[in-house]
């Protein structure tokens, strides 16, 4: 079979590869319908994640011994955001058959375990730590693959609502980080308002936006200095502040660092109400991250940052996607066949979304 391997900063590629099987009674194989590329995905592949920094060999010097032998940086299978077909289930597989439509979410998790049980489905015991599709960590490859093995498919499959798969293409972990960032605290404070400080995590911070307003906020403002990113978050119903990362004016009940940068990180706690929830979604490879503390603590500002548990958080983006109110589609900038894949993953704007159509 043909599967999509990240060779290097700006080298992508189709391979030949075996094609997996079921290999247990709880596996399934499924064939995605429609592909998106990350934030991660696209720093990734224009360079700017160092994925043999120090800070994740130092990570990766914490794992439990069997797994500290996988492959760790390029090259390997590629993409993990998608929603696709069911194929094959094995023989203890009850929430899905063979022809259904299902949203996977890119962490590999068991459903079982104590973490995941507890919704931390980013940290399943059963498998390795930070355990994925297409960012080689572990043998699941990657999801622009002609088929994908889903270890525990009644765990994770999800049945995807009836909509384009456009819609639903970054639902297993995009979309649901920016959902993360703002869905508890509105349900805290209906109609809060909410600043979003965009940068690196370019889709998150404009999904942020989408799930703000459409989870009721009574104004979202996004702060960036990309002129692109800005007309964007505009468009989609926030206020556009085309400016330095720096405190703004007011304080603000939500904000959100997607920035991946010091001083937006900086911008988000400064600019939270005393009281009022940050929860920032870039990722800082530096082995130090300055942070405002003083001001933080004077503030009694509650700090958020973890990787998304995508599995926890699908059923709420799914049921928003299902109704309406939550249209991803909107923030896509490119749609591209799974052919032009090697091309098309090096587009600059925020999203990328292939599809099989």
């Not at 009721?216 to 964007?232: E, I, K, M, Q």
């Not at 940068?261 to 940050?278: C, F, T």
């Not at 405002?292 to 958020?304: I, K, M, Q, Y």
């Not at 709420?316 to 909107?330: F, H, K, M, N, W």
Request: glycine content about 10%; charged content about 20%.
């Amino acid at each position: 079979m043909r599967h999509l391997v990240f060779e290097g900063a700006g080298r992508l590629a189709y391979r030949e590869a075996s094609p997996p099987t079921l290999e247990s009674p709880e596996a399934a194989l499924v064939r995605a319908l429609a592909v998106a590329r990350c934030d991660l995905d696209a720093a990734l592949v224009h360079g700017r994640a160092p994925f043999r920094s120090r800070v994740l060999h130092g990570l990766r010097a914490r794992w439990p011994a069997p797994f500290r032998s996988l492959p760790f940086g390029p090259p390997f299978p590629f993409g993990h955001e998608c929603v696709a077909e069911v194929i094959a289930v094995g023989a203890s597989v009850r929430g899905c058959a063979p022809g259904d439509k299902v949203v996977v979410p890119f962490q590999i998790s068991c459903g079982d375990c104590d973490a995941c049980r507890r919704g931390v489905t980013a940290s399943c015991t059963a498998v390795p730590h930070g355990a994925s599709f297409g960012l080689g960590r572990g043998a699941w490859g990657g999801v622009l693959a002609d088929v994908v093995r889903v270890p525990f498919a009644d765990a994770m499959l999800l049945a995807a609502p009836d909509v384009s798969p456009l819609e639903l293409a970054s639902a297993g972990d995009n979309v649901a980080d920016g959902h993360r960032t703002v869905a508890p605290f509105l349900a805290k404070r209906p109609g809060a308002p909410v600043l979003v400080v965009g940068g690196e995590a370019a889709s998150v911070g404009l999904y942020a936006v989408l799930c703000a307003l459409a989870l009721g906020s009574t104004r979202v403002d996004y702060l960036d200095h990309d002129r692109a990113r800005l007309a964007l978050a505009e468009r989609l119903g926030a206020r556009a502040i085309d400016d330095r990362y720096r405190k703004r004016d007011g304080a603000y009940p939500i904000t959100v660092d997607a920035s991946a940068e010091p001083d937006g990180l900086a911008a988000a706690v400064l600019s939270a109400e005393p009281g009022g929830d940050v929860t920032s979604v870039g990722i800082y490879f530096a082995r130090r991250t300055p942070f405002p503390l003083l001001p933080a603590f004077f503030n009694g500002v509650h700090f958020h940052t973890s990787r998304v548990c995508s599995r926890a958080e699908l059923p709420a983006v799914l049921a928003l996607i299902a109704d309406g109110r939550l249209r991803p589609s909107r923030v896509t900038t490119l749609t591209a066949r799974f052919d032009e894949a090697p091309e098309a993953f090096l587009h600059h704007g925020p999203k990328v979304v292939l599809t099989r159509a």
